[in-house]
């Protein structure tokens, strides 16, 4: 079985051979047509013909005039011959040369391998489409498929090395005082950390402005204004350089009538209602910064229950729950419930009211970690 290779190849020759056989029977037919005049001219047959339609002097001169013209017919087919040489050399050079390249074209086709050729593809391609084409395989029955695309893909940025402690720190009576610890990898920049009148108003701001780092509700027990000045007295945020020496980021409260140089708040929900703290991180010596966030905060204990949630892609490594405090003055059924899917094989340490996993996963908006009581 002849490869198709071999048999375009063959093809090429043959068409090439085709064009040469072509040439050489034009060439062949004007020398010919060349010679045949040349001969007739040197004959007596003008001549003849002009003196018997004519008369033997008109036959006389034209058979003298006709000698110049033999030598410049002679000039003119050597001259032919010449460049139709040239021309024949040309073409085949040409012809060789296409050939060739051609023979390169194919050889460069052989090491274009499937990885190399899917690697092409995938860098031309957006990610909004790659993320579709993988899920119109894995669900083709499913129509949109945006929702679950935005939370892979999503507009905030993505946090890297993150590790997550939610602690109950002590039970004062009917009060629960809780801390969490965020550790991040991000970019520098600005950190914005706003608070808001209600969980709802929360939740909201947080999907609304993908720019900010934290929002929190405040307790609705106290004033929000004092609330507000509690709550920044309590920010304490780290930041940590390559060559180590953590030193704490201060914050500044943004005026009311300067929030909108930040954010852009949802409808319903007015500037009076947020309080927003900014620190800028914009001027670090790395691209990439080490941030360590506290947040303290109360709340009561027959609220039963403490949670912490992602609000964006990141990469976690490891988080810990804490609410064995919530046990120590009298015995309390614990729970604690991780909704990152199957990490019964992560865990490093489970009891009654604690968790510690080494997670070293991707998590997406929505997953997270709830603790009752």
């Given at each position: 079985?002849?490869?198709?290779?071999?048999?375009?190849?063959?093809?090429?020759?043959?068409?090439?051979?085709?064009?040469?056989?072509?040439?050489?029977?034009?060439?062949?037919?004007?020398?010919?047509?060349?010679?045949?005049?040349?001969?007739?001219?040197?004959?007596?047959?003008?001549?003849?013909?002009?003196?018997?339609?004519?008369?033997?002097?008109?036959?006389?001169?034209?058979a003298?005039?006709?000698?110049?013209?033999?030598?410049?017919?002679?000039?003119?087919?050597?001259?032919?011959?010449?460049?139709?040489?040239?021309?024949?050399?040309?073409?085949?050079?040409?012809?060789?040369?296409?050939?060739?390249?051609?023979?390169?074209?194919?050889?460069?086709?052989?090491?274009?391998?499937?990885?190399?050729?899917?690697?092409?593809?995938?860098?031309?391609?957006?990610?909004?489409?790659?993320?579709?084409?993988?899920?119109?395989?894995?669900?083709?029955?499913?129509?949109?498929?945006?929702?679950?695309?935005?939370?892979?893909?999503?507009?905030?940025?993505?946090?890297?090395?993150?590790?997550?402690?939610?602690?109950?720190?002590?039970?004062?009576?009917?009060?629960?005082?809780?801390?969490?610890?965020?550790?991040?990898?991000?970019?520098?920049?600005?950190?914005?950390?706003?608070?808001?009148?209600?969980?709802?108003?929360?939740?909201?701001?947080?999907?609304?402005?993908?720019?900010?780092?934290?929002?929190?509700?405040?307790?609705?027990?106290t004033p929000?204004?004092?609330?507000?000045?509690?709550?920044?007295?309590?920010?304490?945020?780290?930041?940590?350089?390559?060559?180590?020496?953590?030193r704490?980021?201060?914050?500044?409260?943004?005026?009311?009538?300067e929030?909108?140089?930040?954010?852009?708040?949802?409808?319903?929900?007015?500037?009076?209602?947020?309080?927003?703290?900014?620190?800028?991180?914009?001027?670090?010596?790395?691209?990439?910064?080490?941030?360590?966030?506290?947040?303290?905060?109360?709340?009561?204990?027959?609220?039963?229950?403490?949670y912490?949630?992602?609000?964006?892609?990141?990469?976690?490594?490891?988080?810990?729950?804490?609410?064995?405090?919530?046990?120590?003055?009298?015995?309390?059924e614990?729970?604690?419930?991780?909704?990152?899917?199957?990490?019964?094989?992560?865990?490093?340490?489970?009891?009654?009211g604690?968790?510690?996993?080494?997670?070293?996963?991707?998590?997406?908006?929505?997953?997270g970690?709830?603790?009752?009581?």
């Amino acid at each position: 079985m002849v490869p198709a290779y071999a048999e375009r190849r063959r093809d090429r020759i043959h068409a090439a051979g085709g064009l040469r056989t072509a040439m050489r029977s034009r060439l062949l037919i004007y020398l010919g047509s060349v010679l045949a005049a040349i001969a007739l001219i040197n004959t007596s047959a003008p001549k003849i013909i002009v003196s018997a339609v004519l008369n033997p002097e008109a036959g006389e001169v034209v058979a003298r005039s006709l000698s110049p013209v033999t030598r410049d017919l002679v000039l003119v087919l050597l001259v032919s011959i010449y460049f139709e040489w040239a021309r024949n050399k040309s073409q085949g050079e040409l012809l060789h040369s296409v050939d060739l390249k051609i023979d390169e074209m194919r050889e460069d086709a052989k090491s274009v391998t499937a990885p190399s050729t899917r690697k092409l593809v995938l860098d031309s391609t957006t990610p909004e489409e790659l993320v579709a084409q993988a899920l119109d395989r894995h669900a083709p029955r499913t129509a949109d498929k945006t929702s679950f695309v935005a939370m892979v893909l999503s507009q905030r940025p993505v946090y890297d090395n993150v590790s997550v402690a939610l602690r109950v720190d002590r039970v004062d009576g009917e009060t629960v005082h809780v801390s969490n610890r965020f550790e991040v990898t991000m970019r520098r920049g600005p950190i914005l950390i706003a608070a808001t009148t209600s969980p709802p108003q929360s939740a909201a701001l947080s999907a609304a402005c993908p720019e900010l780092f934290e929002v929190t509700a405040l307790p609705r027990s106290t004033p929000f204004i004092e609330a507000v000045k509690a709550f920044g007295k309590q920010l304490e945020c780290y930041v940590t350089p390559p060559n180590g020496g953590a030193r704490r980021v201060d914050f500044r409260k943004v005026p009311t009538n300067e929030l909108h140089r930040y954010l852009s708040p949802p409808v319903g929900i007015a500037a009076s209602d947020i309080a927003l703290f900014a620190a800028d991180l914009s001027q670090e010596k790395t691209d990439l910064i080490r941030v360590r966030h506290h947040f303290r905060w109360t709340q009561k204990l027959d609220e039963h229950f403490i949670y912490w949630y992602a609000d964006r892609p990141m990469f976690i490594s490891g988080l810990t729950v804490d609410v064995r405090e919530t046990m120590r003055e009298r015995y309390r059924e614990v729970w604690v419930q991780a909704h990152l899917g199957g990490v019964e094989s992560l865990m490093l340490d489970a009891a009654e009211g604690y968790l510690s996993l080494r997670l070293n996963r991707w998590v997406v908006q929505g997953h997270g970690v709830t603790a009752i009581w």
